[in-house]
């Protein structure tokens, strides 16, 4: 890269680099914009009622939680917790491998509301930074309705009795559900390097959740690998395992199907 030192006849070519890089890569490379275009105000809404609902039930249930307290039952509930996390972070991975790797944006319905994200994130990885907290976690309080409704259902059908001997396994469905449901804010903190609070870049820095170091390996093109983004706890294991890569061998010799092959037709798209 031409440092700051470089004298007048470098400009041109340095300008001509920046340039060339603007249009291969963020905001306005063709793909980006023409992905960012087709967020819709019908979406919009549905994500407005999918977070007002979801932190609802979030408050409900965190309630009746406090109030079936069992201190004896801390062990369980500590391993619990961790598991919660663990599972999280695996099923983040599963599905953002699942719509980085297949699928198009063509597909009817899921194409554009649910893998056009995905796509538009490797061609434009700073766009999530400018998304509000609306955009950022609706997906993700859609997906996390029906375990929240069936725990509030719980709560008011269960003996105590039964919601005593469930209390444990209770605060491990509670522990998935909450990293589940700020997963893509983790993962929007994973990208940010401005102005995030002290308490979050704590949590990066112990590893509690995404760091920003740990997920940049997963945007090196072609983005085949560390596609875990609650915790990123089992990215590497999963690595060393070729976890992704062994799934990916056999759905392509069942169905046929190339791997990230709609991935890389937007990664290229110049108009
Ligand atoms: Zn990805
Ligand atoms: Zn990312």
Redesign the pocket.
């Known amino acids: 890269m031409a440092g700051a030192e470089d004298g007048p006849g470098q400009q041109p070519e340095l300008e001509d680099d920046e340039a060339a890089f603007c249009r291969r890569w963020g905001a306005q490379h063709a793909g980006a914009r023409e992905l960012a275009a087709l967020y819709s105000p019908g979406k919009r809404f549905q994500e407005w009622c999918c977070v007002v609902l979801c932190f609802s039930l979030i408050a409900h249930n965190v309630v009746h939680l406090l109030l079936l307290t069992r201190w004896e039952q801390t062990p369980l509930v500590m391993l619990g917790v961790v598991a919660g996390a663990l599972l999280a972070d695996f099923l983040s991975g599963l599905v953002h491998w699942g719509a980085d790797t297949w699928g198009s944006v063509e597909l009817p319905i899921v194409g554009k509301a649910f893998i056009r994200p995905f796509r538009e ?1 490797h061609i434009d ?1 700073t766009a ?1 930074t400018r998304h509000d907290f609306i955009e950022t976690n609706g997906d993700n309080c859609l997906l996390m309705l029906l375990p929240l409704l069936n725990m509030a259902y719980k709560f008011h059908t269960q003996s105590p009795e039964v919601l005593e001997q469930l209390y444990a396994w209770e605060c491990f469905v509670f522990c998935l559900i909450i990293f589940s449901t700020f997963t893509n804010q983790i ?1 929007k903190w ?2 940010t390097y401005f102005g995030l609070p002290r308490w979050v870049i704590f949590l990066q820095d112990w590893h509690v959740i995404l760091p920003r170091k740990h ?1 940049r390996i ?2 090196v093109s072609p983005h085949e690998t560390y596609f875990c ?1 609650t915790t990123g706890w089992l990215n590497y294991p999963l690595e060393k395992m070729g976890f992704w890569r062994r799934l990916e061998d056999i759905i392509q010799a069942l169905t046929g199907e190339k791997p990230r092959a709609d991935d890389m037709k937007w990664a290229q798209k110049i108009k």
Do not use: A, F, N, V
């Open positions: 994130h990885p999530i993962h994973s990208h997920h997963h945007h983004i």
